[in-house]
């Protein structure tokens, strides 16, 4: 069962931010948050992950609240590249075997 | 970064053939690999999990002796998908997993069984 919840869709203005939302009000004090994209016909590739503090990359800044119940992904200035489902996901890092579980995720379109 | 490569990037076999499916990680070594699958407008499934030089272990649903699963080396794994039908058509992806257990994802095969 997938442990996050996002809106199925959004669309963004090119140039403007993007502001994905994930809800994960049952992770635990040892799960990470991360995010993952796939553009169409390709493979996931990977945004940025973090644990409580927020976080910033060249591609992305990730925000998560305080009591950890959800984040908020930020993609500051959105291109038309930028289109594509976003995913967010919770996971135990140094877990042995346990694979990436993705969600149904956010399609977010970027709209010239 | 960690690259993962797939090959082919797409294939077209006729029904009742096998088609096999390779998926290496260039620049580092990868004890664990995983095989997802995804249908058409659907998110990533979880087809497998391959141990260099164990059995691969299969979630529910998946049929071991259709996707056979090798991983004969740190930095090869193979899916063959045996006597394919139209309904095995899918995007198939592969994923390494490093020392570090960051998994890295493979660019995808897309199949089409006709």
């Not at chain 1, 140039?15 to 390709?42: D, F, K, M």
């Not at chain 2, 391959?50 to 049929?63: D, I, L």
């Not at chain 2, 899916?79 to 997993?97: G, K, N």
């Amino acid at each position: 069962d997938a442990k996050t919840t996002q809106p199925p869709s959004m669309d963004c203005a090119e140039g403007r931010a993007a502001n994905l939302p994930c809800n994960h009000s049952t992770i635990s004090g040892n799960e990470y948050v991360y995010w993952y994209r796939q553009i169409h016909s390709q493979g996931p590739q990977y945004i940025i992950h973090g644990l409580k503090n927020n976080e910033t990359n060249e591609m992305a800044s990730l925000i998560i609240t305080e009591d950890r119940k959800s984040s908020t992904l930020i993609l500051p200035h959105a291109t038309l590249r930028d289109t594509a489902v976003y995913y967010c996901i919770v996971r135990v890092v140094y877990s042995g075997n346990t694979p990436l579980v993705f969600g149904k995720g956010t399609r977010l379109s970027v709209i010239a | 970064g960690a690259v993962v490569s797939q090959h082919p990037s797409r294939v077209i076999c006729k029904s009742g053939t096998s088609v096999k499916i390779e998926c290496r990680s260039l620049d580092f070594q990868a004890t664990t690999m995983f095989w997802y699958r995804q249908f058409p407008k659907k998110s990533l499934m979880l087809m497998a999990t391959s141990n260099e030089g164990s059995k691969a272990t299969y979630e529910q649903g998946v049929e071991k002796d259709k996707f056979l699963i090798n991983h004969a080396s740190l930095t090869l794994s193979t899916l063959t998908v045996t006597s394919a039908h139209p309904e095995d058509s899918s995007f198939y992806i592969c994923s390494a997993r490093d020392s570090f257990y960051e998994q890295y994802f493979g660019p995808g095969t897309r199949l089409t069984v006709t």
